[in-house]
């Protein structure tokens, strides 16, 4: 078959949970959020309140979702928090150096607090990128100047913001506890919605939490907890992840192009490029093919490494769903006669069965937390993206509470296993959950 036979070039919008592209062949589809899910939610963090770092950075490691913190880089930031805080997956990002009404400024001075704060960030924070921006007082001043340092940045509008923005240097966000309209999780979790139903991005503005003295418009960790149970309970639905991350996924969305390159018996061959500033846009964005007719499932790889794929049925039809990044490589289906684990969906959405890890990423050992609300047998196994079982954890009754099971993810000569994906289910009773963790050597 020619490769004109292969290929529909699209350059418009596509219909319901896909994105603007460049070029995308009309098998393929790239999904509107990471995942394919209806909305992203980002909660960020202002002025280095104390409960961010003992309650809410916690908290959210505990369900795996990542947060912003925006930092004003003369007020005495503690770095030795926020060092922990990026190496844990967190973005650290400006709020300036000395938190001023940007447009009160000379074009001198506003340089120096854009300038300067990201300088400060990035030479506490080594090996990290501070590309975002929250104005002070939600008050933004010269746009071209802004640009130059940044990628994004976030001012308080009140509303969701779209799937597309108008301006990534006023992304809108919502203010947060006491001062704001957003106090229960009952306030959370409607605004979560409202984002789903227009497949848009919530961006919530945090400062102190609880009753602590040093930060303006308190948010209860009671409150807040809630609504990340809610999310946690509806991963299908909700993209938690950093003010950041949701910017370049936007970004690479949009100015992705997607090319089949090669058909075979058993392989398929595609390209995935941008025109982005790869120093900068290195964030995976979803990507989903139909499977070619017999094909029970697929594995995928990228530049010769095994990457993130699930096989899903959307409207009756099956396809090979993966993460890919622009620029990294070639893409490589291969057929594949397992279904990695498929059947794990009916475990996704368990509300009873609360299952995390931490360390994550981790090396070479991870502790699994569940909690258990009655005797039950509990199964928990190891697997590795191509569905093969890589180790059993547990298999045994179990009495309620709480729960830690240690996986060391070295074999028995001490060698770590490969790095990548894995995915870790809980079985217990009728009811379950599963994870994914990643092992980085």
Known sequence: ????????????????????????????????????RDAAISYTFDDGCPNQFSIAIPMFNEFDFDLTLFTVTSWSPNWNSLRDAA???????????????????????????????????????????????????????????????????????????SKNPRS???????????????????????????????????????????????????????????????????????????FVNVVRYIKERNAASVTELSV????????????????????????????????????VAQGGQDVEFRTVIVDAVKYVMFDAIPDSGDVVITKSDQTKIQDYNQFQSSPEIKLQNYPNPFNPSTTISFTLHKD???????????GQEVRILANEMMQPGKKQIVWDGRDQLGELVPSGVYYYILEAGSEGNVKKMLVMK
């Open 1 to 36: 078959m020619k490769k004109s036979q292969l290929l529909l070039v699209t350059t418009c919008l596509l219909i319901g949970q896909t994105g603007l592209a460049q070029t995308v062949d009309s098998l393929y589809e790239i999904g509107t959020w990471s995942g394919f």
């Open 87 to 161: 190496a844990q997956g967190h973005e650290v990002a400006s709020h300036t150096v000395t938190h001023p009404y940007l447009n009160q400024l000379s074009l001198a001075d506003q340089q120096a607090e854009l300038k300067n704060s990201q300088d400060a960030i990035n030479a506490q924070v080594t090996g990290y990128k501070c590309i975002t921006i929250a104005y002070p007082y939600c008050v933004h001043g010269n746009d071209s100047l802004c640009r130059e340092y940044y990628i994004a940045a976030r001012a308080c509008q009140g509303n969701i913001e």
């Open 168 to 242: 990534f240097l006023n992304i809108s966000s919502i203010i947060c506890g006491s001062q704001g309209s957003v106090k229960t999780a009952a306030d959370f979790n409607s605004r979560a919605n409202s984002a789903a139903n227009s497949k848009g991005w919530w961006v919530y503005l945090i400062h102190g939490i609880d009753n602590e003295s040093d930060g303006w418009s308190p948010t209860s960790s009671t409150e807040l907890r809630a609504s990340l149970e809610y999310l946690d309970a509806n991963r299908n639905k909700f993209w938690v992840a950093t």
């Open 264 to 299: 075979q018996e058993n392989r398929i061959t595609v390209q995935v490029t941008d025109t982005l500033d790869n120093e900068i846009y290195d964030f995976p964005i979803t990507i989903r093919r139909r499977l070619p007719t017999g094909w029970l499932s697929a594995t």
């Open 376 to 386: 039950e047998v509990v199964r928990i196994k190891i697997y590795d993206l191509l």
